[in-house]
Each structure stands twice: as structure tokens, then as C-alpha cells.
């Protein structure tokens, strides 16, 4: 069945550690690609997109997520994690060209301790 | 403000009951969206509008699942004979156009059936 995959199910980390989520997807064709966070209480909010051009997208807060075509990923890194960073992280890919329709992964649950 | 609001934030019902969840979207956005996301899952798509037309209720689970946005706007979701597997957070997100634009989500209403 075609779907989105979020290996990492929960990561702890320390603070000033390297991040990498990854996400797999399994949809042929066009397709484009986000990463959400959830903060703890708050609503799903847009981390950063990919719709064409660079492969390498920068999003905010430091994340950046690169879209490799033939591995069908798009993995999300920060070279530095704070605290602050503690939160759920989503993956969510739009295989649809009439839509902006999402279909999402599980989620990550990303603890930073200091 | 400027977001994507859900009224309640909470909602407890007992089993049998009937329930009806707001979304107000952000202003001058076509594209309208309820997701359900289950405990430790992520978001999983319930059904679309453009403007008024519904588009698409392929996620929604049963006939007790019903929406409506008669004007273009305010949504609802409704829940008829709630069940306890109709426990969840109900996300409405809003999009500007219909194609090519990010979702922007709503707290969710947080719905617990006893």
C-alpha cells in the first residue's frame, strides 16, 4: 500500500547533538514534500517544503531537509539540537495534483535534554 | 487571530451520543480539511472541501461521519452515535488555494468517549 514512513519512532538526544529523522515514501510520480512539528500543546505548524528546484531545502529554526528522488526520502537534519527543539516531528508527502490533500507519517517524538 | 480556530478544545461524550465539532478556517482560504489523529499516530485524513463542495470523504471511517461548509467557510463535523473508537483529536486545516499551498492546522478538538 502506498504510505509515508517514519523509521524513528522516539529519539533523545542531548543538547548540541546532531538530528536526522528520516522519512521514506512509497508514491510514484510528482509528489511534494513537508515536514510539521507539534509542540507540546500547540498546533501542527510548517517546518519547511519542498514543491521543485533544489533538492536541499532550509526551513526555520535551523532544520533542513534534503529530497533524494531515487531513495524516495526526505530526511530531515539540524546540525545542533536545543532543548527548545522538543516536540513531535511529522512527515507529510502530497501525491496529488489537485489538491493539497497530505497524507502523513506516524510522527517522531524528539526529547532534548540539556 | 490570524489562525485556524476549533471550537471546543475539549469534548467528552458518552457512548450513543451525538456530537458536532467547529472549524473556522483562516479567512479567504479555499481549501478546507478534517483530519483524525489517534493517539501516538499521525494525522489521518478524513475529508475535503473546495469552498462548499466537498470534494472528497474517502477518509471518512463509517456513515456516522458527516461535514458540511454550506457557505464557504465555517465547517463542521459532525459525529452520530459516538463510539469509543471515535476517540481522538480532530485537526481541521485550511489551505489559500487548491493546489501548491501549505496546510495551516487548528489545536484540534480533543474528543473522548466514554
Known amino acids: 500500500a502506498q504510505s509515508v514512513s517514519q523509521h524513528n519512532h522516539h529519539v533523545i538526544l542531548s543538547e548540541a547533538a546532531s538530528l536526522e529523522l528520516g522519512c521514506n515514501y512509497s508514491y510514484g510520480g510528482t509528489v511534494n514534500l513537508f515536514w510539521y512539528v507539534q509542540y507540546p500543546g500547540q498546533h501542527l505548524q510548517l517546518l519547511l517544503k519542498y514543491f521543485s528546484g533544489d533538492p536541499l531545502v532550509k526551513g526555520i529554526k535551523g532544520f533542513e531537509a534534503e529530497f533524494i528522488k531515487s531513495k524516495f526520502s526526505f530526511n530531515l537534519r539540524k546540525p545542533s539540537v536545543q532543548w527548545s527543539d522538543t516536540a513531535e516531528y511529522f512527515c507529510?508527502?502530497?501525491?496529488?495534483?489537485?489538491?493539497?490533500?497530505?497524507?502523513f507519517g506516524t510522527g517522531t517524538r524528539l526529547q532534548v535534554f540539556p | 487571530g490570524a489562525g485556524v480556530s476549533q471550537s471546543p478544545r475539549y469534548k467528552v461524550a458518552k457512548r450513543g451520543q451525538d456530537v458536532a465539532l467547529r472549524c473556522d478556517p483562516i479567512s479567504g482560504h479555499v481549501s478546507l480539511f478534517w483530519y483524525q489523529q489517534a493517539l501516538g499516530q499521525g494525522p489521518e485524513f478524513l475529508t475535503y472541501?473546495?469552498?462548499?463542495?466537498?470534494?472528497?470523504k474517502s477518509g471518512l471511517p463509517s456513515d456516522r461521519f458527516f461535514a458540511e461548509r454550506p457557505e464557504g467557510s465555517v465547517s463542521t463535523l459532525k459525529i452520530q452515535r459516538t463510539q469509543q473508537e471515535d476517540s481522538a483529536v480532530y485537526l481541521c486545516?485550511?489551505?489559500?488555494?487548491?493546489?501548491?499551498?501549505?496546510?495551516?492546522f487548528g489545536n484540534g478538538t480533543r474528543l473522548t468517549v466514554t
Open positions: 472541501f473546495q469552498n462548499e463542495a466537498q470534494l472528497d
Open positions: 486545516a485550511s489551505s489559500f488555494r487548491v493546489n501548491n499551498s501549505p496546510l495551516h
Open positions: 507529510a508527502v502530497n501525491p496529488f495534483y489537485n489538491t493539497d490533500k497530505l497524507i
